[in-house]
């Protein structure tokens, strides 16, 4: 379910080789919410069955995202994957994970190689659809009414379905929560880096 997350939260900067609407309309929105800064995204995750909302914090290059019992934050060229339940912290680089969604710092020119890319229509909004080339998921970008963000996102992968809806985007005010050792003292570190 996490790793489903993580995949699923993914934005584009350019991509070849790919729909040329499509790639216009990814870079449009990657170029929405970097023009941004910071801000705040509130959204829903749907997946085997039930419902768990989910916040995401965006400013500069650092990121802070919660979903049920797992915190993630993006700090320094670090990310840290906090697993409250299991008291685990999971240390890596940061741009091992550059194909997550609204990451500032993604870039998805590698995603070309992996995905076709094309403009669909999706119960009559304009989407985004990611089709792997070879096996894995295949990922579906709805943007909102306005075409620069993004309204949910939908994630297909063999029977597993899942679905991001962006509840709420707002721009500024972002008071970043950082990772602290001294906040998660007694948790087992895992590091990769």
């Known amino acids: 379910m996490k790793r489903i997350l993580i995949i699923i939260l993914l934005v584009a900067t350019f991509v070849a080789k790919a729909d040329e609407r499509a790639t216009k309309r990814l870079e449009a929105v990657a170029k929405h919410y970097s023009e941004m800064g910071s801000y705040t995204i509130e959204f829903n995750l749907k997946a085997g069955g039930g419902v768990q909302k989910g916040v995401m914090m965006v400013s500069g290059s650092n990121t802070y995202m919660q979903i049920a019992d797992t915190e993630i934050y993006v700090q ?19 741009d091992l994970y550059e194909k997550e969604l609204f990451s500032p710092n993604s870039d998805l020119s590698k995603f070309s190689s992996e995905y076709n890319i094309e403009e ?12 792997p080339k070879r096996s894995g998921e295949t990922i579906c970008v709805v943007l909102s009414a306005d075409g620069l963000g993004v309204a949910k996102v939908l994630y297909t992968s063999g029977q597993d379905r899942a679905e991001v809806q962006v509840l ?13 050792k001294k906040r998660y003292s007694g948790y087992e570190t895992i590091d990769f880096r």
């Open 76 to 94: 320094d060229g670090l990310r840290y994957e906090v697993h409250n339940k299991t008291k685990e912290v999971i240390v890596d680089k940061a």
């Open 120 to 131: 669909t229509d999706m119960g009559g909004a304009t989407a985004v659809r990611l089709t």
């Open 168 to 180: 709420r985007c707002q721009k500024g005010g972002v008071s970043l929560t950082q990772f602290s």
